[in-house]
Nanobody
Framework: QVKLVESGGGLVQAGGSLRLSCEAS????????MGWYRQAPGKQRELVAS???????IYADSAKDRFTISRDNAKNTVYLQMNSLKPEDTAVYYC?????????WGQGTQVTVSS
């Protein structure tokens, strides 16, 4: 069983920055992909960014050039540095751990960007 604990969400003005963190615990293989998804009211959950334990990354177009994903494999922790935040970034952000095709999710952290 895997547990994901997120932190770092909050309220920020447009143009500001936030850093999300997610620590995984439990039965975790050394090879995995960790990342962040978000879900805005009335919309589907969408990928923001993810990072394989080997270092490869995937970014949504909306996140490129503004967000940076990183991870500390020794701590099973993934980070999302979000800069130049926009009101349309407002959503609940969920941490995701994927091992093979099995997904585990955090409880979500609210990010609100005011204009």
């Amino acid at each position: 069983q895997v547990k994901l604990v997120e932190s770092g969400g909050g309220l920020v003005q447009a143009g500001g920055s936030l850093r999300l963190s997610c620590e995984a615990s439990g039965s975790i293989t050394s090879i995995n992909r960790m990342g962040w998804y978000r879900q805005a009211p009335g919309k589907q959950r969408e990928l923001v960014a993810s990072m394989h334990s080997g270092g490869s990354t995937i970014y949504a177009d909306s996140a490129k050039d503004r967000f940076t994903i990183s991870r500390d494999n020794a701590k099973n922790t993934v980070y999302l540095q979000m800069n130049s935040l926009k009101p349309e970034d407002t959503a609940v952000y969920y941490c995701n751990l994927r091992v093979f095709s099995l997904d585990s999710w955090g409880q979500g952290t609210q990010v609100t960007v005011s204009s």
